[in-house]
C-alpha cells in the first residue's frame, strides 16, 4: 500500500482501504472503528485510530450523493474565540449572512483558547469536507494548514493571525486602538495608569499590550508607571484584578481593559468599591449596554461586522479562482467617549 506523492507532487488523499491495509484489519472493521460500534477489540480498534492519525485520514461525512457540482460541499467551517462573546456573535452573523445568500451553509464552533481544541476543530472541519475555513487561532503553530493546502482549502484568519504570516488575515488595528485609548486617557491628565489584558499568550493580547507601552513612551511617561496584570481570561478573574488594584494605597488613576469580558469585570470591582465617577476607565471592544451604566463605558469599539464580510469575501474570492498574493487586511477601530474615560484624575 503506498500513498506517495502524485505527479503534481501532492499526496494523494487516503482512503478507508489505505487505513485498513495499513492497521491490517478489513474496510468493515475501519467502518464499525469510526462509527464507534461494538465488538471490536481495543487492541484492534487502537490499531486502526493509529493508521487514521499516520495516514491523516479523513472521514467523508457527506455521501457521495449529496456533493454539489465540482466536488463542492457549500459548507464554510468557523472557528471563534466563543459563541458567547458578542464579539465572536456578531462576526459569526456577518459571516453567516454572506454564506447564506451564495446558499452556503456555516459549521460554527467555539476555540475557548485552547490550541488543542483549536485542532479537534479544524480535523472535525476537515472530516465533513468543507469548502472554506474561516478561523480564530490560539496556538502558536497551525501543523493543519498543510493539510489544508493539499486539499485546496482557502482558509482566512480572523482576529488573530498565526505568527507565521503568508496567510490571508482580516483582524483589527489592535497595537493602534490600544495606543489611542491610552492616550485619551493620558491627555486626560493620567499617569498612573493599569493595563488589565489577557493571556500574553493570545497574539490580539501582545498587540493591545504594545500599543498601551507605545503610548507610554510617546507621552514620555516610564513604561515601570504603567503597570500591566496579565492572565485574565473572563470577568471573574479580571474582578479579582482590579479589586486589588483598587485596594492598594495608591491605587492607579485609570484603567484600560484589553477586552470586553475583563471590561465587564472591571465594572463589577468598580461599583462594589464605589469608584465609578472617580476612576477613569476605557475599554478595548464595546460590550452590550455599555452607553446605559452611568457613567457610560467609554470604548475603542471593533468592527465585527466589516471582519465578518471581508473576511467572507476573501475566502469565496479564494474558491472563485483568487491566487493572488495572501492579504493581511487592517480593520481600524473606533474610539467612542461616553464618559468613564473622561474622568480626571483627582487633584493633589
Known amino acids: 500500500m503506498s500513498t506517495s506523492a502524485n505527479a503534481s507532487g501532492r499526496r494523494p488523499h487516503a482512503t ?3 487505513v485498513a491495509a495499513l492497521a491490517g484489519v478489513g474496510i468493515k472493521t475501519v467502518s464499525r472503528v469510526i462509527n464507534d460500534e461494538p465488538n471490536v477489540a481495543p487492541q484492534t480498534a487502537s490499531r486502526v485510530w493509529d493508521a487514521i492519525q499516520a495516514l491523516d485520514y479523513h472521514v467523508d461525512m457527506q455521501a457521495g450523493s449529496l456533493r454539489r457540482a ?3 460541499t457549500q459548507t464554510l467551517g468557523l472557528l471563534v474565540s466563543s459563541v458567547d462573546n458578542p464579539f465572536a456573535s456578531a462576526m459569526h452573523r456577518s459571516i453567516e449572512d454572506a454564506a447564506l445568500a ?23 472541519f476537515l472530516r465533513r469536507r468543507v469548502d472554506g475555513l474561516i478561523l480564530t487561532t490560539a496556538s502558536r503553530a497551525q501543523p493543519y494548514l498543510a493539510s489544508t493546502a493539499a486539499r485546496d482549502i482557502p482558509v482566512v484568519f480572523v482576529d488573530r493571525e498565526p505568527a507565521s504570516g503568508g496567510v490571508d488575515a482580516v483582524v483589527s488595528d489592535n497595537r493602534a486602538g490600544a495606543a489611542e485609548a491610552t492616550a485619551h486617557l493620558i491627555r486626560r491628565g493620567h499617569r498612573r495608569i493599569a493595563l488589565l489584558t489577557d493571556r500574553a499568550s493570545i497574539q490580539t493580547a501582545a498587540e493591545r499590550r504594545r500599543g498601551f507601552l507605545d503610548a507610554l513612551s510617546a507621552a514620555g511617561i516610564p513604561a515601570s508607571d504603567g503597570e500591566v496584570v496579565s492572565e485574565l481570561h473572563d470577568s471573574q478573574t479580571a474582578q479579582e484584578a482590579m479589586t486589588a488594584l483598587l485596594a492598594r494605597d495608591e491605587p492607579p488613576t485609570a484603567f484600560f481593559s484589553a ?10 470591582a468598580l461599583r462594589a468599591a464605589g469608584r465609578t465617577r472617580t476612576a477613569a476607565l476605557v475599554g478595548f471592544d464595546d460590550i452590550p449596554l455599555a452607553d446605559l451604566v452611568e457613567p457610560g463605558v467609554t470604548v475603542v469599539a471593533q468592527d465585527p461586522h466589516e471582519i465578518g464580510r471581508l473576511a467572507s469575501a476573501r475566502v469565496f474570492a479564494r474558491l472563485e479562482g483568487d491566487d493572488s498574493e495572501p492579504q493581511r487586511i487592517l480593520v481600524p477601530t473606533r474610539l467612542i467617549e461616553r464618559g468613564s474615560g473622561e474622568i480626571p484624575p483627582p487633584r493633589p
Open 16 to 18: 478507508m482501504k489505505h
Open 70 to 72: 465540482g466536488g463542492r
Open 102 to 124: 451564495r446558499g452556503v451553509a456555516v459549521f460554527a464552533s467555539s476555540l475557548d483558547d485552547d490550541a488543542e481544541r483549536e485542532d479537534l476543530a479544524v480535523k472535525a
Open 259 to 268: 477586552q470586553n469580558l475583563i471590561t465587564v469585570g472591571v465594572l463589577h
